[in-house]
């Protein structure tokens, strides 16, 4: 079985008190792609956010749980967050619900 590259374990992030992640638990595979849908505010840029460590830019958000890149914490004190965001990119993408939304 192959091991996980990214694992979030009970990941829960607050925005000032009101939680915006629900203790959230996933893998990443290595060699896979992983698609996040959902709603507009369903939280998918927030785990985003979560696994860069963008919310230590916020003093209003508050992360609790566990987040592992190849093993390591990356909640950990040791971690490099210019690193750890430079390596773990992301991009948001742009809304489609129908082939026809252009048209």
């Known amino acids: 079985m192959t091991e996980p590259i990214l694992q979030v374990k009970d990941l829960s992030v607050y925005y000032n008190k009101k939680k915006a992640l629900n203790s ?3 893998d990443f595979l290595p060699n896979e792609i992983t698609a996040l849908i959902g709603p507009s505010g369903s939280g998918k840029s927030t785990l985003l956010k979560a696994i860069n460590r ?3 830019l916020n003093p209003e958000v508050t992360t609790t749980g566990t987040v592992l890149y190849n093993e390591h914490n990356i909640y ?5 967050t210019v690193e750890l965001r ?3 990119r992301y991009g948001l993408s742009a809304t489609q619900s129908f082939p026809n939304d252009y048209l």
């Open 76 to 80: 950990g004190p040791r971690t490099d």
């Open 54 to 56: 963008m919310g230590d």
């Open 86 to 88: 430079k390596r773990n």
């Open 24 to 26: 959230v638990t996933l």
